[in-house]
């Protein structure tokens, strides 16, 4: 299979930087209305994040580093490092469990360190937030070629997803989604089965829109249905993309992630996780030491103000679960594939 480079074009984007501003595609109104928001600050881009306006691990990651860049454009000529320091920090809070937002937090805060003007600040965290971007896209194309290696297709193939991890989600192409898209390039693909992924829709929202523009053949089915195709025996792999991969394997991953990954181990179907090596925290040695982001169950009992349970009634609202390492056939990254992994596997890649 051919090799695919960095320089092709993409559609379907996320955000758009603009020098002295980054405009993010509000996908909280998806599929309904493609509406635009322009962050000028720091501030701006951190309650995006919070907001769900801009999603997906490795866009959260450019966000925030496009917000650092900001920062500095911004600040005044006095205590101009204090002000970078404090748009880090309020950054940081947006988002408690994807690694990417911490990884690209730490790259820029320390490109500013070494910077002794804040002219030389400006300029260089502009360019820093750039090759994040930049990278991001061409580690996207790379994991497409990892992964396709590992399933070795003979002919073409139907997969099941979860959530979006598209353009939408990444600098672009996507990571498990930038995997069936290439399937579906080299004719490997017969058909995406996608879930809807509650509470926020992700499945529904979001991957139908990005693959039924892009004329890739796709389902859409609830989420209790997996189990019923993958019995059906049309699936042949469930790819996934993550929020954090700890140093044995465990990958924490959107809510409802978990129950693919045992139904996938039941019905003999391959489980592929795809994210960029930004993603994998080797200083957390299991999933159970990854925190988890709970959200207001507001998300749970209603949509967009619609009632769908009882006012008031409890919810349960995590936003990821841990799929254990033991559930999982491969982990792939720009790097190169992990196949089931453990620890040895993962220092071996990582370390």
């Given amino acids: ?62 966000s925030a580093a496009y917000g650092v860049a900001l920062a500095a454009r911004h600040a005044g000529a006095g205590d101009w490092r204090a002000e970078v ?7 940081a809070q947006s988002r408690p469990t994807a690694v ?41 194309l790379a994991m497409a070629d990892h992964a396709l290696e590992v399933m070795a297709p003979e002919k073409a193939m139907s997969v099941l997803t979860h959530c979006n991890t598209g353009a939408l989600a990444t600098g672009g192409y996507g990571t498990a989604l930038g995997v069936i898209r290439r399937l579906h390039e080299e004719k490997l693909l017969s058909r995406v089965y996608a879930d809807e992924t509650r509470p926020w829709l992700q499945g529904s929202r979001l991957t139908a829109w990005e693959l039924t523009r892009d004329n890739i053949p796709v389902t859409l089915n609830a989420d209790g249905a997996a189990a019923a195709i993958m019995a059906s025996g049309k699936v042949k792999w469930v790819v996934v993309g993550a929020d954090r991969i700890t140093a044995n394997g465990d990958v924490a991953n959107k809510i409802g992630t978990y129950n693919l990954a045992v139904l996938a181990r039941h019905h003999k179907v391959g489980f592929m996780v795809v994210a960029p090596s930004s993603t994998v925290d080797m200083a957390l040695a299991s999933g159970q030491d990854i925190p988890i982001e709970e959200r207001d169950g507001t998300e749970v009992r209603e949509i967009r103000g619609i009632p769908l ?7 349960f609202n995590p936003v990821f679960d841990v799929t254990p390492a033991s559930l999982i056939d491969a982990i792939v990254t720009e790097k190169g594939a992990v196949r089931n992994p453990n620890i040895t596997g993962m220092r071996a890649l990582f370390a």
């Fill in 309 to 315: 349970a009882p006012a008031g009634v409890e919810v």
């Fill in 100 to 140: 990417n937002l911490f990884w690209a937090l730490e790259r820029m805060k320390g490109l500013f360190e070494r910077c002794e003007s804040l002219a030389e600040a400006t300029r260089q965290l502009a360019a820093e937030a750039v090759h994040i971007h930049e990278e991001d896209l061409a580690a996207n």
């Fill in 85 to 91: 320091h404090k748009a880090i920090d309020e950054l």
């Fill in 1 to 62: 299979m051919a090799k695919h480079t960095a320089n092709r074009s993409m559609g379907t984007v996320a955000l758009r930087w603009q020098g002295d501003s980054l405009e993010l595609l509000d996908q909280r109104l998806l599929p309904a209305e493609e509406h635009w928001i322009k962050a000028e600050g720091a501030s701006g881009v951190a309650q995006c994040i919070t907001d769900m306006v801009v999603r997906g691990a490795p866009a959260i990651g450019i």
